[in-house]
């Protein structure tokens, strides 16, 4: 868009006297409306305004060249300069308040001329053009859509016209994102509601996530609401307001101006107040621009693009833009869980023991059932649940069960998975992300080391390839083999190895018969 577009605008925001003054200027060479030629009062004013406007041509110039010499080095008295600046800026003032005078007493002859021909002929006059409000309308080139009607072809650019198109698809555009900040702001609250509520980390962990990408597309629809916007008022407002200066309709561009303003002032005393400043100022602004339109619409006596803004502005309803900030802070929660004894298959490829989660604020208890080299069976840890695994500095696997908020729950924790066989069960406590181990059970006096060796056997014929399987997946290294009439898998060194690979076998196959051999080794 061509830089003035803004300054018409701006124009719109300035006082009603230095608004006259400044279309005044844009009159020099203009003799004026054709039916006033012999008012002498109207055409003295005329060649007054030429006469002011060359004038303020002139200051004008004067005060560029002087100010282009702040920065020159040859200055040797700059108050003496910047005292002539001021002189020539008061002066620049008096000729536009002059102009200002002239240029209103101009249009209110004019207005008069064209309200005598309104009433006596029913005739509408612009710039000395008379128009017989008789005309078929069948006959004029109106059309429905605004800024399809000649007037905006024949008096804009090809540039300023393809951009005010483009300002015109973004109508739409603007309606969309409307609709779409409003509806992912009621998820944006349901999903705050929720988070606020949520009493354990499973379920308030997606909630933030959610919350934090719902936050950002909020932002970023409220800056491309704000572009389109803007984008849309400016060349809008540059376009009609170019075209009714063209045609002298001061008393348009005034209430224009003042509408703005006061559009522009409900819009500055509710910024901030609210989750989108854009989507406000499209709802309060969206009622002027329409207004505006419409007036434009009848001066131009466009009726259908008049009738169709009108249905529009009837069925307008302002977007509810209310809307409060909303701000969540971030939790931590402990995800306390008693340790418990349950299937030994429970954690497998559907449902894969978690990583172990570390809170940067806060206590937990937990207890380290072993370090190892190289991962473990979950078979060997007999169903124990809730479990996680660590991998620490020293590339050890470490499996952790259970979470406690008190070091006396934990110990009773400890003494229970001691009492079902494990042999070292750590009690660890993590505080504000910090790990340390507090203790493991006092150790049992050194028993001399078992002969003891263990085999599970299956009453079964011969296994088939599916259990077969099973047992390589549950036991790996170990050998199944042929014991008399039945099968066996072994050896074990430890009865707890056993005793794992035998209630996996049970769960999977109930209606077989299995057991555990012993055999003392020399």
């Not at 309308?137 to 483009?166: G, M």
């Not at 509710?270 to 100022?281: C, E, I, R, V």
Request: charged share 25%; aromatic share 8%.
């Amino acid at each position: 868009m061509k830089i003035y577009h803004r300054n018409i605008v701006a124009m719109l925001l300035l006082s009603t006297i230095v608004t006259a003054s400044t279309f005044a200027l844009g009159r020099s060479d203009n003799p004026g409306m054709k039916e006033l030629a012999n008012n002498s009062e109207y055409v003295a004013l005329i060649a007054k305004s030429n006469k002011l406007s060359i004038k303020a041509d002139s200051i004008q110039g004067l005060l560029a060249e002087r100010r282009s010499l702040l920065h020159s080095d040859t200055i040797t008295d700059i108050e003496a300069l910047r005292s002539e600046i001021i002189s020539l800026e008061q002066q620049a003032h008096d000729i536009s308040v002059e102009q200002g005078g002239v240029a209103r007493r101009i249009g209110d002859i004019e207005q008069t001329l064209i309200m005598e021909k309104i009433l006596s002929q029913q005739q509408h006059v612009v710039v000395g053009e008379v128009i017989d409000d008789s005309v078929d309308e069948s006959t004029t080139t109106a059309v429905a859509q605004l800024i399809d009607n000649e007037c905006f072809k024949n008096n804009l650019s090809a540039e300023d016209y393809s951009e005010l198109k483009k300002a015109q698809a973004e109508e739409s555009e603007m309606l969309a994102l409307v609709e779409e900040y409003t509806t992912s702001y009621a998820r944006l609250k349901e999903v705050a509601d929720g988070y606020i509520k949520a009493d354990r980390a499973s379920v308030a962990n997606p909630l933030y996530a959610e919350y934090q990408t719902l936050s950002t597309k909020l932002d970023e629809l409220n800056t491309k609401m704000h572009d389109r916007w803007n984008h849309i008022l400016d060349t809008k407002y540059f376009a009609m307001s170019f075209i009714l200066e063209k045609a002298h309709r001061y008393d348009i561009l005034d209430r224009a101006s003042a509408n703005y303003q006061t559009m522009q002032q409900a819009c500055a005393e509710k910024d901030g107040q609210y989750s989108s400043d854009a989507l406000m100022h499209y709802a309060i602004g969206r009622s002027t621009l329409l207004s505006y339109e419409i007036e434009f619409a009848r001066d131009m006596r466009l009726k259908p693009a008049q009738d169709s803004l009108r249905g529009v502005l009837d069925k307008y309803s302002q977007p509810y833009y209310s809307n409060k900030t909303i701000k969540v802070e971030h939790r931590e929660f402990m995800d306390y869980a008693p340790v418990k004894i349950g299937r030994t298959n429970f954690y497998d490829e559907n449902n894969p023991l978690p990583e172990l989660q570390v809170f940067e604020q806060g206590t937990i208890y937990r207890i380290r059932l072993g370090k190892y080299r190289t991962k473990q069976t979950m078979t060997l840890f007999r169903g124990v649940q809730p479990m996680s695994i660590e991998r620490d500095k020293d590339n050890m696997y470490c499996y952790y069960a259970g979470g406690y908020a008190k070091e006396s729950e934990a110990r009773e924790a400890q003494q229970f998975l001691k009492d079902k066989g494990f042999k070292n069960p750590e009690l660890c406590c993590w505080k504000d992300g910090t790990m340390t181990v507090i203790s493991a059970p006092k150790a049992e006096p050194t028993k001399p080391v078992s002969k003891t060796r263990y085999m599970v056997v299956i009453n079964v014929s011969n296994p088939d390839s599916s259990m077969r399987q099973f047992i390589a997946k549950e036991a790996p290294d170990k050998i199944v083999s042929k014991s008399g009439s039945n099968y066996a898998v072994g050896m074990f060194t430890e009865r707890s190895e056993a005793d794992a690979l035998l209630t996996a076998l049970v769960e999977a196959y109930p209606t077989l018969e299995m057991g555990i051999t012993e055999t003392e080794m020399e």
